[in-house]
């Protein structure tokens, strides 16, 4: 990154720590989802007055039984379990109290920071226990956070495994404490993933890649070809755009696999969540499909 690159991080870095005080922005971010003073008087006047979160939003959910039920359902696990993990997120210490401390003098982020829309990310790498789980986005580093205390409790049952994350922001990332014992499975990468994604991976069965860089077709083509031409068995894809971006039901008809897609609730949050969604590829439908085109008009043409 170069000088200039670094100076604008910087800046937006600087206008977040003072998006408390975006009260326009916040209140024509309400108005945008049909949030009213007079509908949801708590909910609206808890967001205008106080809540940093003016790009991307955290909540609790509401759904956990479908949420249990959806892992169950394609993760190999029973429903007992995906609660059993879900509760585990829920009450971990470095996802709670800890994190809480983190963000205890922080501007810029709530004091109570919950973790509802990565409970899936937690119980997907719970679950299937993948030895190399890709992220192509940090931000804040609440997903890495997820991601890495599910992979400490995978080795603790004997299932060692490891964690990419790549960003272009030097910044991002602040979620996660400097601790050897947190962040001794993470690689953390800054640049773009079309230029560094393939060779930081390289050779390494991806279990695991969660998509959280911009949802276009063009990251989606390239990020989700470098998983496939390194599937594990299975290798599971999750994107958060809930169907913005049409590359993953191509991929999906193309590969003869079923599209997924949970769609969790918020809980006491105005955002209405467009859901995740996900697939779930064995590893010879994966190698079969190595040479996935890596730009849009190859598949429309």
């Not at 326009?24 to 007055?49: D, F, H, M, V």
């Not at 050897?180 to 994604?197: C, D, Q, V």
């Not at 599937?231 to 191509?250: F, K, N, R, V």
């Not at 996900?278 to 190859?298: C, K, L, N, Q, T």
Request: glycine residues 8%.
């Amino acid at each position: 990154m170069n000088r200039y690159e670094s100076l604008r991080a910087r800046a937006r870095h600087a206008a977040r720590r003072l998006s408390r005080l975006r009260w326009l922005t916040k209140r024509k971010i309400l108005a945008k989802y049909g949030c009213s003073l007079r509908e949801q008087p708590a909910i609206y006047l808890r967001y205008l007055l106080w809540d940093p979160e003016v790009e991307s939003y955290s909540y609790d959910i509401a759904n956990d039984d479908e949420l249990c039920a959806f892992g169950a359902a394609h993760f190999g696990i029973t429903e007992d379990q995906a609660r059993a993990f879900l509760v585990e997120a829920r009450t971990d210490p470095e996802l709670t109290n800890r994190l809480s401390e983190r963000t205890r003098w922080r501007f810029d982020a709530k004091t109570k920071l919950p973790i509802g829309n990565r409970l899936l990310w937690y119980i997907a790498a719970r679950a299937t226990k993948p030895k190399l789980v890709v992220e192509t986005g940090i931000y804040e580093g609440l997903g890495s956070l997820v991601l890495l205390r599910a992979l400490e409790r995978n080795a603790a049952e004997g299932v060692d495994g490891r964690l990419v994350s790549l960003d272009f922001d030097p910044l991002c990332g602040f979620l996660v404490r400097d601790d050897p014992a947190l962040t001794a499975r993470w690689t953390k990468i800054i640049g773009l993933t079309s230029e560094l994604l393939p060779q930081v991976v390289e050779g390494e069965p991806i279990g695991l890649l969660l998509q959280d860089t911009p949802h276009t077709e063009e990251n989606q083509r390239h990020e989700f070809g470098v998983a496939l031409r390194q599937a594990a068995d299975p290798l599971i894809l999750i994107e958060g755009s809930g169907g913005y971006c049409p590359t993953m039901g191509q991929l999906a008809e193309q590969l003869g696999i079923e599209l997924l897609h949970f769609r969790e609730e918020p809980k006491d949050h105005f955002w209405p969540a467009h859901g995740q969604q996900v697939v779930v590829i064995p590893r010879d439908v994966g190698a079969a499909w190595r040479g996935w085109p890596s730009h849009s008009s190859v598949i429309s043409g």
